[in-house]
C-alpha cells in the first residue's frame, strides 16, 4: 500500500495539470490512468489529433485555390497512410514529452484501472494490483462519445469522433449527427478532404451555445462549399446495408424521408466517465449526470473533489486545467480566486476558425435584458483579409450601456482561436468600449476588425 497526501484518478488536462501543480506546491502526489499513455482525450482522441487533421485540410483546400495567386502546382493529391502517420508522430511526442515532465516533477504515474472507495483509498488494477491512500483524492476521469443504446458503433459505417480520427479512407458521403463543436470540425475537415457532408442538427440552429449571428455565418460558408443541413431534424433510425448505411429522418411536423450514406458519424455530445467511482454515490446536478462540486471543486463527499468533463462547466481541456490549478492551490493552503466562466475562452478549429470569450448576445439579454449594446464588423472589409485571400469572417462586441464594459466577443475568421487570449485578458481587467477603442492595432492585420468593430460603436469609426 502506497499513501499520498493527493491522488488524482485520470491522467487528461484536468488530472495532469492538478498533479503538477500540487507536486511545485510539496503535496506528494500520484496519478491513476488506464490509457497507456498520459493526456486523456484531448491528447489522445480528441483536441491534438483533430487539430492535425484540420490543419492538413485546410492546406489542401487552399492548395486547390493557388492558381488564383498565381501559384502553379499539378497532381496535389491526399496520401491517407502519411496523414494518419503525421497525426501519430505528433500524438506520439507529446504523450513522451509530457511522461517525461510527470517523471521530472516527481510525481507518480500508476497504470491501471481505479476503483475508488469512500475510505479514500483506490485499488488499481493493472499489471498488478495495487492499493493506494491519499488525503485527498481527485476525481478528472473525463468523458465518452454520447451514442444511442440501439445503435452499433464499428470503425467503418456508423463511428464516433474516436473511430473516425483513424479513417483508412475519404467517404464520398458522410452524415454527421449533430451540429455541436465536434460535428463542425470533423464537417470542416472532411469537406475539405473530399467528402460530401451533410449534418443533421436537432435544434434550429447549429452551434446551439454560440452567437446567432457567428453560427449563422459558419453555416453559410460551408453551404457554399457544399455542405448539406437538416437543422429542426431528427434520425429517426439508422439501418447497416453494407457498404453503405440507410437513415431515416423525421421532422417535427411528422415528415419524414430517407437517404443513404458511404459513412456517419456520431457527434451529439459526451457523457462523464464513472467507472470506477459508482460506489461513492455523489451528489449529481439536478436532471444532469454531472457531479456537483463547490467553488473549489469538493463533491458533497468531504475530501473527495472533481474537475473537468465530470462536473460539466465547461466541456474544454483549457477549462479542465484552470479548475485543477484552483483545486490544487486550494487544498496546498493557498487562497485562489474562483474561475469566471464567462472568461473562459471557447475555441471551434473550423475553417474558418470561431472564438469567444464572454456573453453572446443572447445570453446577454437574458443577464441585462435591454440594457446592452451590440456591434459588428466583416472581415471582408480588412486590408489583409484581401491580401491573405482569407475574407469570411466577422466580429462581435457586446458592452453594457451604463459603463459600457466589454461582455463578450464573438469573432469567426482566420486565425481568430489566436487572436482571442488579448481579449481574454481585456474581459479579466474589466476593459470597457473605450479602452479598446483606443488601443492601436497592428497594419495590416486581421484583428483589425475588432478595433474597427470598437471605434464604429464609440461613434468614431473611421473605415467604418
Aim: charged share 25%; proline share 4%; net charge negative.
Amino acid at each position: 500500500m502506497k499513501s499520498y497526501d493527493l491522488a488524482i484518478v485520470g491522467a487528461g488536462p484536468g488530472g495532469y495539470v492538478a498533479a503538477i501543480r500540487a507536486a511545485s506546491l510539496g503535496l506528494k502526489t500520484a496519478i491513476i490512468e488506464r490509457d497507456k499513455s498520459p493526456g486523456g482525450t484531448c491528447l489522445n482522441r480528441g483536441c491534438i489529433p483533430t487539430k492535425v487533421l484540420c490543419h492538413i485540410s485546410e492546406r489542401y483546400r487552399e492548395a486547390g485555390e493557388y492558381k488564383n495567386i498565381g501559384i502553379i502546382a499539378d497532381e496535389i493529391g491526399l496520401d491517407i497512410e502519411a496523414i494518419q502517420n503525421r497525426k501519430n508522430s505528433v500524438v506520439s511526442q507529446l504523450q513522451k514529452n509530457l511522461t517525461q515532465l510527470i517523471s521530472k516533477k516527481k510525481i507518480d504515474l500508476i497504470q491501471g484501472e481505479a476503483e475508488v472507495l469512500k475510505d479514500k483509498s483506490i485499488n488499481v488494477k493493472g499489471e498488478s494490483t495495487n492499493l493506494v491512500t491519499a488525503k485527498y483524492i481527485l476525481l478528472a476521469t473525463g468523458s465518452r462519445s454520447a451514442v444511442p443504446a440501439s445503435w452499433e458503433v464499428d470503425s467503418e459505417l456508423l463511428m464516433t469522433s474516436d473511430e473516425i480520427l483513424n479513417f483508412k479512407k475519404i467517404p464520398k458521403t458522410l452524415l454527421i449527427i449533430g451540429g455541436g463543436v465536434i460535428g463542425m470540425e470533423f464537417a470542416s475537415i472532411f469537406s475539405s478532404l473530399g467528402s460530401r457532408v451533410t449534418v443533421v442538427e436537432a435544434l434550429p440552429t447549429i452551434l446551439p451555445i454560440e452567437d446567432r449571428e457567428i453560427s449563422s455565418g459558419l453555416k453559410r460558408v460551408f453551404t457554399k462549399r457544399k455542405i448539406v443541413f437538416y437543422t429542426d431534424t431528427k434520425v429517426a433510425d439508422i439501418k447497416k446495408n453494407r457498404p453503405s448505411l440507410q437513415v431515416y429522418f423525421t421532422k417535427p411536423d411528422g415528415k419524414s424521408f430517407e437517404e443513404n450514406f458511404e459513412a456517419a458519424l456520431i457527434s451529439i455530445g459526451r457523457t462523464p466517465v464513472l467507472d470506477g467511482i459508482e460506489s461513492l454515490n455523489l451528489e449529481t446536478i439536478d436532471n444532469e449526470p454531472y457531479i456537483k462540486v463547490n467553488e473549489f471543486y469538493e463533491t458533497s463527499l468531504p475530501g473527495f473533489y472533481a474537475v473537468g468533463d465530470l462536473v460539466g462547466k465547461t466541456g474544454l481541456a483549457h477549462g479542465a486545467s484552470a479548475e485543477g490549478i484552483v483545486f490544487a492551490e486550494k487544498i496546498a493552503g493557498l487562497n485562489p480566486k474562483p474561475l469566471n466562466y464567462h472568461h473562459i475562452p471557447s475555441c471551434i478549429y473550423t475553417d474558418p476558425e470561431i472564438a469567444r470569450v464572454g456573453l453572446t448576445e443572447e445570453k446577454a439579454r437574458e443577464i441585462y435584458g435591454e440594457e446592452i449594446e451590440t456591434g459588428t464588423y466583416p472581415l471582408r472589409a480588412i486590408g489583409k483579409s484581401l491580401v491573405a485571400n482569407q475574407i469570411e469572417g466577422m466580429v462581435k462586441i457586446i458592452v453594457e450601456k451604463k459603463y459600457k464594459e466589454v461582455l463578450g466577443i464573438s469573432l469567426m475568421g482566420a486565425h481568430v482561436t489566436e487572436m482571442i487570449a488579448g481579449f481574454t485578458l481585456g474581459l479579466n481587467i474589466e476593459s470597457t468600449l473605450e479602452d479598446f477603442s483606443n488601443t492601436v492595432f497592428p497594419h495590416p492585420s486581421l484583428s483589425e476588425m475588432v478595433m474597427e468593430c470598437a471605434e464604429k460603436m464609440a461613434g468614431k469609426g473611421i473605415h467604418s
